[in-house]
């Protein structure tokens, strides 16, 4: 039988088995914990600390519910050669990891086949659903609203055959009850935000759209709330799972405990968790880049989406946050803020009143999966660990959705959606 555990002083002792264990305190983590807390469940919430900034503190602050199209669709295949020759674009890989990612843009591009990507574009609308609703449940429980903007997005576009380009992703939301409305007037465009350049002359906007604003303070009320309850968090790096009779043995660097369940939620770090069990998932990392602007940089009313720029201009407090783009090279190689400057240096002749001095840089790690969903689901090899990561870009959106989605499985209740599209067998 496994020796028990429990904590004291910020360290490990053996002494109990735990409920269950959400390793990774980002968004998904957070939310995750406390679902499972409003479930009944004793919740361990553990913390990877690092030097860097968590993507979950980081980001745009967005709630992107109307990006229901993933990322792989049919024909997209035709533009990465393009996007690929230039090493400051909006997507781009490192020459010396194309070989490693090889596997990995096989998949996506098999994911972009018309039938791949429908049942994608399908459960990618459910989860969209769900999880607008269980923000609005998470904000209730947590009395969070004073910490939202319902402010809006607008998606620019340079002209009519840009627009008449993505007008099929437009319809796709219709079909999907997104509500929007198609800008074809500079007129229309500034009286939602003055201070565009003329050459956008078309925009749709989604004024359902919500942000955080400041992911980071967001993330610290849940933090809150989940301690206020009764929930602990504490600070280790998990470096293997092992299941054990009657328990999983979570390993540390110098020690291990146990706990009845484990919910798996490191980001761009689960699937190194993953293989000690020996499930293997093709996990990629998305390497976004942001400067943070101070108070009074620009007035900004709403969410701004660059999108053939592959950028987006979101509020932060007061403050403006420049950040986008797509580097898929792993979790080693150094940082390359040469594409911050260059998302800075766009967003000024886009915004030409933008001030861009006294900027702080970011870069972070996004976990992606080769369809652009997540996986929620049990473990192949052991049912008692439940993974919950893959989300990409969309952590903070479906970061909710999915915490009620894991505590239903958890507590072996049928969830609300349909998961099959999440499962972790489909690799």
């Known amino acids: 039988m496994p020796r028990e555990v429990s904590l004291?002083?910020?360290?490990?002792?053996?002494?109990?088995?735990?409920?269950?264990v959400v390793v990774g305190a980002g968004i998904i983590g957070v939310s995750t914990a406390l679902a499972l807390q409003a479930a009944g469940r004793d919740v361990l919430l553990l913390d990877r600390k690092g030097d860097n900034a968590k993507a979950s503190e980081m980001n745009a602050g967005a709630f992107a519910f109307s990006d229901i199209?993933?990322?792989?669709?049919?024909g997209i295949m035709r533009k990465v050669p393009k996007w690929l020759l230039d090493p400051l674009g909006p997507l781009?890989?490192?020459?010396?990891?194309a070989f490693k990612i090889a596997p990995w843009m096989l998949r996506f591009w098999r994911s972009s086949w018309p039938d791949r990507?429908?049942?994608?574009?399908?459960?990618?609308a459910a989860l969209m659903n769900l999880s607008r609703s269980a923000l609005d449940r998470q904000v209730q429980a947590t009395e969070g609203e004073k910490f939202l903007r319902r402010e809006g997005q607008l998606q620019l576009f340079e002209g009519e055959r840009e627009f008449r380009q993505n007008l099929p992703t437009w319809e796709l939301r219709r079909q999907n009850s997104v509500r929007f409305e198609l800008l074809k007037s500079r007129e229309a465009i500034v009286d939602i935000q003055p201070g565009i350049h003329p050459r956008f002359t078309h925009a749709g906007f989604t004024p359902d759209w919500i942000n955080a604003c400041d992911p980071a303070l967001w993330l610290e009320h849940l933090c809150d709330a989940f301690k206020a309850r009764g929930g602990l968090i504490k600070p280790f790096e998990i470096t293997a799972l092992k299941s054990e009779e009657g328990s999983v043995r979570l390993q540390c660097a110098d020690s291990g405990f146990f706990a009845r369940q484990v919910i798996i939620s490191a980001g761009a770090w689960s699937h190194k968790l993953?293989?000690?069990?020996?499930?293997r998932f093709p996990l990629e990392t998305e390497r976004g880049y942001n400067t943070t602007l101070p108070d009074g940089a620009f007035?900004?009313?709403t969410h701004l989406t660059f999108s053939s720029h592959g950028f987006v201009v979101s509020r932060i407090n007061g403050g403006v946050r420049v950040g986008g783009?797509?580097?898929?090279?792993?979790?080693?190689?150094?940082?390359?803020?040469?594409r911050a400057d260059v998302l800075l240096n766009k967003a000024k002749a886009f915004l030409p009143e933008l001030k861009t001095t006294g900027g702080k840089q970011w870069m972070g790690f996004r976990p992606s999966l080769p369809d652009s969903l997540p996986i929620i689901d049990r473990s192949p090899k052991d049912p008692r660990v439940i993974y919950a990561f893959g989300h990409g870009h969309l952590g903070l959106t479906q970061s909710a959705g999915t915490a009620e989605l894991v505590a239903a499985l958890a507590t072996n209740s049928p969830p609300s959606i349909d998961i099959s599209a999440f499962s972790a067998r489909r690799f």
């Open 8 to 20: 004291w002083s910020g360290f490990m002792t053996d002494t109990n088995v735990h409920d269950i």
């Open 69 to 74: 199209v993933p990322l792989a669709t049919p």
């Open 92 to 97: 781009s890989i490192p020459p010396s990891y």
């Open 117 to 124: 990507f429908r049942t994608s574009l399908a459960a990618q």
């Open 274 to 279: 993953a293989r000690s069990l020996d499930d």
């Open 299 to 301: 007035d900004l009313k």
């Open 325 to 338: 783009a797509v580097e898929l090279g792993g979790l080693n190689f150094p940082a390359k803020f040469k």
